[in-house]
């Protein structure tokens, strides 16, 4: 790997999601780093996320876009694996209600499939694998994880997803109650991107 000197890195998220590029955005604000993403790219071809896990999906459309764009992406795939559903509803967690779903139906799906079922099997975790390629080849995949439990109800306006229903027991608050900077330090998602931060210094040559 070729360390960059003299100026910021160029990282391409491959996401249109605003809510992974704010979280991704701030945590990777002292890595000296310049973001685009697919929202800038309105006519980039769609990657279809077909993988039977979050590593395929992420790496499928990491390697996609590296090559379309020329730059060095960044893409992740994350999902919420409840226990009493067997892990359910993972790597379908964005399009759980339907392909046309959003968050509100997959959260209203949820809670019917769990109506009932007391909150000491209600046990869930959030798991996130970014991958992390270049055009030239390079290839870095990280992954991050963050235990709580399903809420009887939606609560919170912050954060998107599944994040209204997720509970922290150790807070007794919901991810979309916490603030940004709190949600940051607990995700799934910034503790994968604090170990892709290493890398990404690498990069800078730090």
Same mark, same amino acid.
């Given at each position: 790997m070729e360390p960059l000197r003299g100026g910021s890195l160029e990282l391409f998220l491959a996401t249109r999601n605003e809510g992974k590029i !704010?979280?991704?955005g701030e945590l990777l604000k002292e890595c000296?780093?310049?973001l685009t993403s697919l929202r800038d790219y309105p006519d980039a071809p769609k990657v279809v996320e077909d993988g039977q896990s979050y590593r395929d999906n992420a790496l499928k459309k990491a390697r996609f876009l590296a090559k379309w764009t020329g730059k060095l992406t960044l893409?992740?795939?994350s999902g919420l694996e409840v226990d009493y559903l067997k892990g359910k509803p993972g790597v379908l967690s964005a399009r759980y209600a339907g392909s046309g779903a959003d968050d509100r139906g997959n959260n209203r799906k949820l809670l019917r499939e769990l109506k009932g079922v007391p909150p000491e099997? !209600?046990?869930a975790v959030f798991r996130c694998v970014m991958a992390l390629v270049a055009p030239w080849g390079d290839v870095?995949?990280?992954e991050g994880e963050?235990?709580?439990q399903i809420g009887l109800e939606e609560k919170g306006e912050r954060g998107f997803g599944y994040d209204p229903l997720f509970v922290i027991p150790r807070f007794g608050?919901?991810?979309a109650e916490l603030t940004p900077a709190a949600k940051n330090r607990l995700s799934h998602r910034g503790k994968a991107l604090r170990k892709l931060k290493k890398v990404l210094?690498?990069?800078l040559g730090a």
């Open positions: !704010r979280e991704i000296e780093t310049s893409a992740d795939d099997k !209600r046990g870095e995949v990280v963050c235990r709580g608050k919901t991810v210094k690498r990069y």
